[in-house]
Structures are given as C-alpha cells and as structure tokens.
C-alpha cells in the first residue's frame, strides 16, 4: 500500500507535456487606462503584512483568500463582499499548522466546488497544494503536491510558489513561479482535468528582463485572463532593488508570450510606493477587476506592510 501511494504521489508530481491554452474568449478589447483607487480595500491591521488577494465570485458573493503575515508564517485568510469593495474579514481558513507558509494561492470554481491550489513548505523550498471547498469557509486538503519540484538542473529545481488557477475548455490550468538553483525566478505552467493529477509543460513561459529593467530579479504572480481573442497576463516583475511592479503579456496559445518592456502599473499612494504585486482578476460588467498587494518597503518576499488594494482595467465600446 506505501508503495502504491508513492507512485500515485509521484505521478502527480512528475508528469510533462507539450500543450497550448484553448482559444481566447474574444469579448471587446482592452483600454489600458487604470483607474486605481487610492487607499487599500483590506489593511494589514496587526498583522505585518496583507498580500495575494484571490478573488472568486460564489453564490452570489465574492470570497477573497489572501495571505497573513504575523512574523513568523504566512496563512490563508478569507474575507467575504456583496461588492467586491467593502470586505468582511472572517478569520483565517488554512494554517501554515508550526511550518512557514499555507498562502500565496489561486481559488477558481470548478462545478460545484471551489478549488485553491496554495504555496506550501519550508522557506525557499515550497511546492503547491490543492485544497477543496464547497462553501469557501471549510477546507480540506488535498494529501500530497500537485505541483512538485523540477528534475535536477530543470529551471524549477529549488522551489515553486505563486500559483494562479483558471478553468477553461474543461480544464484547470495552473500558471505559477519557479525558481532553479541560481535562484532566479521564472513562470511555469501546468494543467489538468480533475485537479489532482496534473502534467507540467517543459520549461519557463517567460525569462527575466535585461539589466536595468523593472523585472531583471525575478517574475512571480501571474494574473491570467482572456480578452478580444487573446490569452492576457499581469505580473510581478522585481527590479535589483527588489521594489515591484506588475508588468503585462500577451499570447494566443497561453505558451508563446510577448511581454511589454515597462511596467503597467507601479505605487504611486504612499502605502504601495516600493511595492505593487500579487494581482487577481474577474471580468465583470464591461471591465476587468483586479484587486493587488501593495507596501512600503522593498523586500523579495515580506515586511513589506503589505496591504490589499483595487483597480479597474475598462473595455472599449
């Protein structure tokens, strides 16, 4: 039986594949014009940081999971919204339970259960989890990762994390961080169909951008979404004095992607002026809604008095 249960978890861990995202809803196009708002929709409070916000829409409400930071590990917490504005906290959802982390995730509905694949592990070697949910408040975990570390030398040999779901053509796709032995931080992608077995396609979707550029130190955070026929991405990119923007891609088959060389939006309040990352996205009502993270304070993973914000992205008529 131990036997058994090795090779199912290393099955869900181990696949590889070539494949494509299935075409792009083609819903009207994008006006890169953000509108921002000014203060942060879910503050920090006691905690040191507030970050990853993952916003689904359930049963006629909006569940957000983000990310706790009290000092010592990150948890999942959830707030709950009738607008996606006005948020109410109700408590932490998953424990990183004596470890470092059970946070930085994506939730995505799938059929009539929502699914939150989570950052897990000790620090600078976490893989991804999968929990489960009917209702958004009682989880339970899927035993094993679904998402494990590279083979030696591959280019997410070290650590994984930052994991973001969708569902489309009747599979769940997985974008997320990875990182090789040289440390440097690059975004993957993998699918499945049930949640539980999943293959990973070969190498990076994106490399790092040259010298003096806003994501020279690293890629994290992938936001994925369809628009006007076309697979869309936001994401964090770190420059060498680790202060953050989110920078965007294209791509019609999600695995070719063409990046934009600036960022698209960087902190201009004080609370998010060294810090702006982690997005989130629903297409709602003509208009992409994004809720993000935010700080102060430089740094590659924490202490950032990190805080929650919103923005919208509208679409042209």
């Known amino acids: 039986m131990r036997y058994l249960f090795f090779v199912l978890l290393l099955s869900s861990c181990g696949r590889y594949g070539e494949f494509t995202l299935p075409p792009a809803d083609a819903s009207p196009a994008l006006d890169l014009s953000w509108h921002v708002s000014e203060v942060p929709m879910i503050s920090r409070g006691a905690m040191l940081d507030v970050l990853n916000p993952s916003v689904v829409r359930w049963r006629g409400e909006y569940l957000n999971l983000y990310s706790t930071f009290d000092g010592k590990s990150w948890d999942t917490a959830l707030a709950t919204s009738k607008d996606g504005q006005s948020w109410q906290e109700a408590g932490k959802v998953l424990s990183a339970e004596g470890g470092y982390i059970a946070a930085n995730g994506g939730v995505a509905a799938a059929g009539q259960e929502l699914l939150y694949a989570y950052q897990t592990g000790p620090k600078g070697k976490t893989v991804i989890h999968l929990a489960r949910s009917f209702d958004g408040r009682k989880w339970t975990r ?38 090789d032995r040289a440390r440097r931080q690059r975004l993957g992608l993998a699918k499945s169909k049930d949640g539980t077995i999943w293959t990973k396609h070969r190498g990076p979707l994106l490399e790092l951008g040259g010298a003096g550029d806003f994501d020279e130190n690293g890629l994290g955070e992938p936001a994925v979404f369809s628009n006007n026929g076309v697979w869309h991405m936001l994401y964090t990119g770190r420059d060498r004095k680790e202060k953050r923007a989110l920078g965007y891609a294209v791509s019609k088959d999600g695995r070719q992607w063409q990046k934009l060389k600036e960022p698209v939006l960087r902190g201009e309040q004080p609370w ?30 924490e202490r950032l008095n990190g805080q929650i914000g919103y923005a919208e992205l509208t679409k042209r008529d």
């Open 272 to 301: 998010n002026a060294a810090v702006v990352c982690d997005p989130t996205v629903l297409a709602e009502d003509g208009k992409l809604r994004i809720w993000f993270g935010g700080g102060d304070k430089p740094s590659p993973d």
């Open 142 to 179: 899927q035993v094993g990762p679904i998402v494990g570390l590279g083979p030696r030398k591959s280019w997410d040999e070290i650590s994984l994390g930052d994991p973001y779901l969708i569902a489309a053509g009747g599979e769940l796709y997985l974008f997320y961080l990875g990182e």
